[in-house]
């Protein structure tokens, strides 16, 4: 029997946590605000020690597409491949079959009401956006908000949205520190277009600033580093990254970490992502965007892998996404 299609705009969201109780009835009331909501939204308690299971526990109790689930308790928060570890826990409580669209989203975010809405109409009108997002703002020490100054070429990791046929062909998330851009550089490989727009009702007020979750924002930028060097990033491309976070906040420590955790790593042979295909399209990119900027080199890479887009998964199951 051939199985029913889902709904066209049905959409998932898998929200790993722990410890958000001061952030996640903003993320929760924003979502239960959404002029589409989500067909089913996964929480993933993933060992909180505060009142995050109370709050979740009331929301779940409120609203029957609201599902949680509790995580044994590794014993600390653990950014990167921790978060990953427990989205799959919740994936694979779920049959994937049902949604059209899957969403990774942090429970420490304030969404706009059609965000959801605004990013499946975007993504029906170009088919081959893969995935997408808003734009990030915090909110600094005098109250106004600013942008986090992520590139346009990328969808956010806070809020990975995704087709689920992108999410397939990709093979999923790595389960590593740059996860939430290898997998934006893979589908671009594989001719999708990952894309984000800081268009005014795309634009969300995250609660706990990019880079601070785990001790310090100098921590932050030490793991990006570690994560570009094991993305494979090439060490110019690197250090013009550094100087460019130099610019901002934390003034130029903060591109001092990063350049710490990049050369730190590679003093230590610390071992780097293993799709060697994948590491030399992402040095190509890289090296145009040294030589164009970002824009232009996107958009060359883009035409250039126009066909190999397939609009329909590839075969690959949730059992085999790693």
């Not at 491309?237 to 350049?259: D, E, H, I």
């Not at 060359?300 to 397939?310: K, L, N, P, S």
């Amino acid at each position: 029997m051939t199985p029913t299609p889902p709904d066209p705009r049905a959409y998932l969201l898998i929200s790993p946590c722990r410890d958000e109780a001061a952030y996640m009835r903003r993320t929760l009331d924003s979502v239960v605000a959404q002029s589409e909501r989500p067909a089913k939204w996964m929480i993933v308690d993933d060992g909180s020690t505060d009142a995050t299971p109370e709050i979740l526990a009331e929301y779940a109790a409120r609203h029957d597409w609201i599902d949680v689930v509790q995580k044994p308790d590794r014993g600390a928060r653990a950014v990167g491949p921790g978060v990953i570890e427990a989205f799959y826990f919740g994936l694979d409580q779920i049959d994937l079959d049902a949604y059209a669209y899957l969403c990774k989203l942090d429970l420490d975010l304030d969404l706009p009401p059609r965000y959801f809405e605004i990013l499946m109409d975007r993504m029906e009108a170009r088919p081959r956006i893969g995935t997408c997002s808003g734009k990030a703002y915090f909110r600094d020490a005098s109250g106004t908000l600013v942008s986090e100054r992520i590139g346009d070429e990328m969808s956010l990791g806070m809020t990975k949205f995704y087709s689920v046929a992108c999410f397939r062909q990709i093979g999923g998330f790595v389960r590593e520190v740059m996860w939430d851009g290898i997998d934006c550089h893979k589908a671009r490989q594989l001719g999708w277009t990952p894309v984000s727009w800081d268009d005014p009702e795309l634009r969300f007020e995250h609660l706990r600033p990019m880079g601070s979750s785990q001790t310090s924002i100098h921590t932050g930028r030490r793991r990006h580093g570690f994560g570009q060097y094991y993305m494979g990033t090439s060490p110019a491309f690197l250090v013009a990254s550094a100087v460019n976070k130099a610019r901002q906040k934390p003034y130029v420590t903060g591109g001092l970490a990063m350049l710490q955790g990049y050369f730190g790593a590679m003093l230590k042979g610390a071992e780097r992502h293993g799709d060697a295909e994948l590491v030399a399209f992402i040095r190509d990119y890289q090296r145009r965007a040294l030589r164009k900027g970002k824009a232009r080199a996107v958009a060359e890479i883009e035409a250039e892998q126009a066909g190999r887009w397939q609009p329909e998964p590839s075969g690959v199951r949730p059992a085999d996404i790693q």
